[in-house]
Structure formats: structure tokens, C-alpha cells
């Protein structure tokens, strides 16, 4: 039976929207527990860059095969048991982790507010027995919450809000049934302090958190293989590199789901005989062949040759590995725009007069600035009013590193056309003053602390939203890049 594409698509209000469905053989489980039986979306909102959009999918689906992968663990006897103490050891590591994800950057204090006011009085509260609700004063603490019927009732929306399948995925952890229900309880009992502290955080309070400090470590053996794990290896080779955060979001559900995969053995003990056998397995219908070898292939043959070459691992296994690509037959000359293709887009740039918003200002003039220095759109979307200078009699324009991601990671330094300096761009730049020239720098960034999950740049979302306005003025050809074709 084939299997279905997991694919992004708009909604009639401009969302997003992707489908999964749940393998026959755990719905019913997967329902008592989710409370849904044959098919889940992820639904993103209207204005959520493509690019964004398609780095949120991968992890998405990486948790809902990690929830899968963790019921069919549960039901063959596969998952791994906790202790009561282990339980909340591990639930230890993840507060550590939840808090780590947002407190160098956590946003307003009423994000956490509304998060916790959701989780008293739209999980819990409604669970409270009959009991309660005629005699309060007699349970001010609300001992009630942690009666089995509860606690199995909110565990659900409660494992949703704390990221547990996310956290068990990032710790290559597939717990049986009763380990996870004693690992999701007692993630129950601190997912409000957690968010207490991230409101703390919000508003400025960065005093030691003393809650760490109450939570045993495990006490019967190692949670995983000894030496270091998939995903820690991907860990110290984001911090010694530092690669582009574009790179990070793309290799990251590669890593995730080799750390789901080789959670036993860690990085150290795959041998080559598995990690074929894994690349193999990779390619589905959903995921080419090309992208297996571009994207998953690539990054793991890269990390775990730096992993080797620093001593990390002791091998490469991804080095001999191969992935054939079935030749594609193509009907066009080169990946460069025809003449009448750019004739088109340059047409409708040139249509757009006097813009008044970052994006309009992109539209109008990106195109053509590609068009004149075969720069990529990436690069040009980042551009800042610094980066305009002028050189005796001629203007230029510095593609730099500390603006944005440049594929050299060198500057270079690139003459304006006099066509462009005719048009009218030097007067678009001294309007717009010394900042960002297609985008809103006025207004902080949504900016992740993470660097192992890092938000797409503003430069990057725009050259995103480029790319869709080039296929809606009718450049559709699917061989085509829109944002790499000026050449």
C-alpha cells in the first residue's frame, strides 16, 4: 500500500494546513489518548512565511511519529520502564529543558500569564469532581487534581502544552505505558511552576531558580547508551561551527528522528550495515530520493566527519554510503530564467509604484537587484541603507555576513547598475534611512535563544514571500528556484 504525502496546503482563509494519518494499528490508542482516531492536522496561520511553515511541518511530524513509534514500543513490550523516582528524575530533566527553550528571549509576560490561566482553568478545573464543587473550602489545595481519573484525564492536553513528545524525541526515549503515564504526571506537577518562572523571566527577574535543585537523578543505570548521543553530537557540531541557522532548521528533524532511531546505540555504535539500512528506509513517497541524499544524507555524512575527525565517534558510518536518484528527464536548458520569464517579473516589479510597506519595497526593487548582480534574493532581502556606499563616482552595494546568511560568509562588494541609480533606487534607500531596506527592523524579532531551533530571519521570510509572488505572476515551472535563477 502506498503511503500518503504529508504535504503543506492553503485553507479557503489563506492557512496552512497538513494531514497525517494514523496507522491502522494504534488508532485506538492513539484516540483514548489524543482524542483523535484516523487522521491529525497541523494548521499554521495565514501569515506564517513558507519557508517557516515547511521547518514547522518537519518537526511536527517528527513528534507524531515519535508518539507513534512510542504507543507500537508500548504495545510490543519495547518501551522503556521507569521507577516512580526515575519518573520524576526525568521530568527533571525536561523542566531543565522546557525552561531552557524560551527564558533567554521569553517574549511578554502575558503570553505565560494566559498559559497558565489556560492550564488551571481549561484543563484541570473541569475535571474537578462533584465533591469539590459543593464543598471548596475543604480542598484549598486541590488535592483532586492528582486522583488517577484526573491525572489520565488531562495528560493529553497536559503532554501538549509541556512539548513531552518533542523532549522524549530529543532524548531518543520510547517509554511503555506506564512509565509514560508516571513521566507525563509528574511533568503535570511542574509544568505551572515552569511557566510561573518563564512569567518571572518576562518580566525581567532572572534570580536563581531554586526548583532544579528538588529533583533526583536516576539511580538504576544510564537513561541511554553510553557515549554520546545523535543528537548531542549535532549539538557540539552546531556550537564549534556555528552553521547558518537556515542550515540548523533543515538538519534539525534529521536529527531528531536518527536520535528516535539509534536511541539504544547511540551515535557511536551505528554501524554502517545500519546506518544503509536507515538512509534506505528514508526514501518514501513523501521524501525523495533527492532529498535523502541532499538533505538527510548530506548533514550526517558532515557531522559525524567532524564527530570522527575530533574524536567524538570513532567512525564515520555515513562515509560509503550512496543514494541512488532516478535520472528526471528535464525540459528546460539551464535553471536560469528565459528572457521572457525575467521579462515578466521585472514587468511587474516595475508596476509597483511609490511602495509603502518593507514587503512592496522588496517586490519592487529585489528583482531587479538580483537581475543586475546575479546576487541571490536571500542576500539582497537583507540588505541595510549601511550597506549602500558610494566609491569616487560609482555607488555599491555590500553583501556582508553580519547582516544576514551569505554563501561565501565573505563580504563582497558589488556595483549598482545606473539603470537601477535611474529609477530612482538611492532615493528609496535615503527615504528609508540606514536600516533594514524589506523588512521591519523597527519592532523586535520573534528570536529563539535556542540555537539548536533557530527562527528564520526576517530577511529570509520576505525572500520566502518573494518566492510565492514570482509563481503568482505566472513563473511556475516547478525546475525552477525563483529566488536562485538570476544568473
Known sequence: MALRMVALNRLADNRWIARKVIPQDVREEYARLYKVKREVHLKLPADTPKHEAKVRLAEWISEVETQIATLRAERNGEGQPLTKLNAIALAGRWYTWF???????????????EMSD??????????????YHEDPKADPHWEWQREPEVREAVRPQVAELARVATFLASEGKALNANAYALFVDAVSDNLLPAITLLERRANGDYSRDDTPDSFPAFTDGPTRSAGISCWDLFEAFVKA???ADNTVQRWRAVFLEMQR???????????????????RGLVTEERSATTVREVWLSSSRRVFGWGAEHKHVRRNPFADIKVDVPRQSRSRETKAFTEEEARTILRAALAIKNPKTPLDRAKRWVPWLCAYSGARAGEVTQLRGDDIEKRGSFHYMKLMPDAGTIKTRKTRVVPIHEHLIAQGFLEMVRSVGKGALFYDDKTPPRASSDPMNPSRSRAGNVRGDLAEWVRAQGVTDPELSPTHAWM
Open 99 to 113: 525552561v531552557g527553550q524560551y527564558e533567554g528571549d521569553p517574549g511578554p509576560p502575558k503570553r505565560w500569564r
Open 118 to 131: 489556560h492550564l488551571v482553568w481549561d484543563v484541570i478545573y473541569p475535571e474537578a469532581p462533584e465533591s
Open 241 to 243: 561551527l556555528k552553521p
Open 261 to 279: 532511531h539509534f536511541a539504544d546505540v547511540g551515535a557511536d555504535g551505528i554501524t554502517e550495515d545500519a546506518a544503509r539500512a536507515w538512509v
